[in-house]
C-alpha cells in the first residue's frame, strides 16, 4: 500500500495519527477525518481556472432534488455545452470521492515559493464549496496547484466533462492557437 500524500505539502512521509486523522511529519499537519456528514450537506462546488487577462473556464456542481447539475462554460473546449445532469447515487459518489482528496485539508493559498503575494500571476485556479450552515470552504492557487490536482481532475474527466487542468497553461495555449 502506498503512503497517503500530504493535501498540503505533497510529501509522501505521512503516518496514521489518531485514525481516521492522518499525519504529516514533514509540515507536521494533521489531516483527514471523517468526511460522511459533508456528503448530506454538500450544496455546491464551484471550480474556475483562468489565465490571467485571457480566458477562464469553470465547473459547477449544484446539489438537486434528483441528484445535481453540472454547469460550464467551458470556454476552452465546448462553449455551448448543456447542463449534465447526474443522479442521486453518482452525486453521492461524486462526493465521497471528493472528499476522499482531501480537499477540507487543502491551503487556502497555493503558489510558488518565491512568487510575490501582489497576485499576478500567469495561471490560476479557484475553487470555492458550500456547504450547509457553514463558511464556504475556499481555496486557491498561483501558478501551482495543490498535490491533489491531478486526481481531481481525473474525478471530473470521469464523469465526461473536458480536463480543464492540463499542465499550467496548456489549455489556454490551446485556445490562443484555435482563435489565432
Same mark, same amino acid.
Given at each position: 500500500?502506498?503512503p497517503?500524500?500530504?493535501?498540503q505539502c505533497?510529501s509522501?512521509?505521512t503516518?496514521?495519527?489518531?485514525q481516521?486523522?492522518?499525519y504529516c511529519?514533514?509540515c507536521q @499537519?494533521?489531516?483527514?477525518?471523517?468526511?460522511r456528514?459533508?456528503l448530506?450537506t454538500?450544496r455546491?462546488?464551484?471550480?474556475?481556472?483562468?489565465?490571467?487577462?485571457a480566458?477562464?473556464?469553470?465547473?459547477?456542481f449544484? +446539489?438537486?432534488p434528483?441528484?445535481?447539475?453540472i454547469?460550464?462554460p =467551458?470556454?476552452?473546449?465546448?462553449p455551448?455545452?448543456p447542463e @449534465?445532469? @447526474? &443522479?442521486?447515487?453518482?452525486?453521492?459518489q461524486?462526493?465521497?470521492d471528493f472528499w476522499g482528496?482531501y480537499v477540507?485539508?487543502? +491551503?487556502?493559498?497555493?503558489?510558488?515559493?518565491?512568487?510575490?503575494?501582489?497576485?499576478?500571476?500567469?495561471f490560476g485556479?479557484d475553487? +470555492?464549496?458550500i456547504i450547509a &450552515?457553514?463558511?464556504?470552504l475556499?481555496? +486557491? $492557487?498561483? &501558478?501551482?496547484y495543490?498535490?491533489?490536482?491531478?486526481?481531481l481532475m481525473a474525478? =471530473?474527466?470521469s464523469l465526461? /466533462?473536458?480536463n @480543464? $487542468?492540463?499542465?499550467?497553461?496548456?489549455n =489556454?495555449?490551446? /485556445?490562443q492557437?484555435?482563435?489565432?
Amino acid at each position: 500500500m502506498s503512503p497517503t500524500i500530504c493535501p498540503q505539502c505533497g510529501s509522501t512521509n505521512t503516518s496514521p495519527a489518531t485514525q481516521p486523522l492522518l499525519y504529516c511529519r514533514d509540515c507536521q @499537519i494533521t489531516f483527514g477525518g471523517d468526511h460522511r456528514e459533508l456528503l448530506t450537506t454538500t450544496r455546491q462546488i464551484v471550480l474556475n481556472t483562468y489565465q490571467q487577462g485571457a480566458a477562464s473556464q469553470n465547473l459547477t456542481f449544484t +446539489k438537486t432534488p434528483a441528484g445535481a447539475t453540472i454547469e460550464g462554460p =467551458f470556454l476552452c473546449y465546448y462553449p455551448d455545452l448543456p447542463e @449534465i445532469y @447526474i &443522479d442521486h447515487q453518482q452525486w453521492q459518489q461524486l462526493l465521497t470521492d471528493f472528499w476522499g482528496l482531501y480537499v477540507q485539508d487543502w +491551503k487556502a493559498v497555493y503558489r510558488p515559493d518565491n512568487a510575490p503575494e501582489s497576485g499576478d500571476c500567469a495561471f490560476g485556479w479557484d475553487l +470555492k464549496i458550500i456547504i450547509a &450552515d457553514q463558511e464556504p470552504l475556499l481555496s +486557491k $492557487g498561483q &501558478d501551482r496547484y495543490p498535490p491533489y490536482w491531478s486526481a481531481l481532475m481525473a474525478l =471530473f474527466t470521469s464523469l465526461g /466533462l473536458p480536463n @480543464i $487542468g492540463k499542465a499550467l497553461g496548456q489549455n =489556454f495555449l490551446q /485556445l490562443q492557437a484555435q482563435t489565432s
